[in-house]
T-cell receptor
């Protein structure tokens, strides 16, 4: 069964304090790993898609990496506007979402 | 502007009163899907559609129906809503299966 586990569940960061979010997965034949950002009460907003181990993608202060068992979302020098819940999803035989990493960046 | 729209955005209803939540996309996407999001459980797929007239069950289909008569629309139907269907619902679309999904703004449903 395809499964996704995200850690930590919640994270409080000082502005400028870099950190990483983890997404561990088990899937039968990875067909894509997706990162989304979700603000309270809003729909998930697409960030990145990764397809193979070793792949990396960047957007502003965010960088996503992928290995055969996990993905990391690195947040470099975060700002308060980076506060959100970050969702990881994997596509194997089905699309499975993790429960999210809730990030709060304190000014 | 490319987008997925849902209506209504907020809905309060009573047990047993049939309701429909509409979903429409203007990106000519083949694949559409409905999710519900509950605290501590994350996003769970209710139903999906790979093309017009092709729909299939997701992980939590009980109590829901869908139809896909047109490519752009994918309504979610609750024939007899119950309180355990109180949730935040999202519609999503993508070019195809396994491709990046784009989500609507959500519909918050309260069933009394």
């Amino acid at each position: 069964e395809d499964q996704v586990t995200q850690s930590p569940e919640a994270l409080r960061l000082q502005e400028g304090e870099s950190s990483s979010l983890n997404c561990s997965y088990t899937v039968s034949g990875l067909r894509g790993l997706f990162w989304y950002r979700q603000d309270p009460g809003k729909g998930p907003e697409f960030l990145f898609t990764l397809y193979s181990a070793g792949e990396e993608k960047e957007k502003e202060r965010l960088k996503a990496t992928l290995t055969k068992k996990e993905s990391f979302l690195h947040i470099t020098a975060p700002k308060p506007e980076d506060s959100a819940t970050y969702l990881c999803a994997v596509r194997g035989n089905r699309l499975a979402f993790g429960k999210g990493n809730q990030v709060v960046v304190i000014p | 502007e490319a987008q997925v729209t849902q209506n209504p955005r907020y809905l309060i209803t009573v047990t047993g009163k049939k309701l429909t939540v509409t979903c429409s996309q203007n990106m000519n996407h083949e694949y559409m899907s409905w999710y519900r999001q509950d605290p501590g459980l994350g996003l769970r797929q209710i139903y999906y559609s790979m093309n017009v007239e092709v729909t299939d069950k997701g992980d939590v289909p009980e109590g829901y129906k869908v139809s896909r008569k047109e490519k752009r629309n994918f309504p979610l139907i609750l024939e007899s809503p119950s309180p355990n269907q109180t949730s935040l619902y999202f519609c999503a679309s993508s070019v195809g299966v396994g491709e990046t999904q784009y989500f609507g703004p959500g519909t918050r449903l309260l069933v009394l």
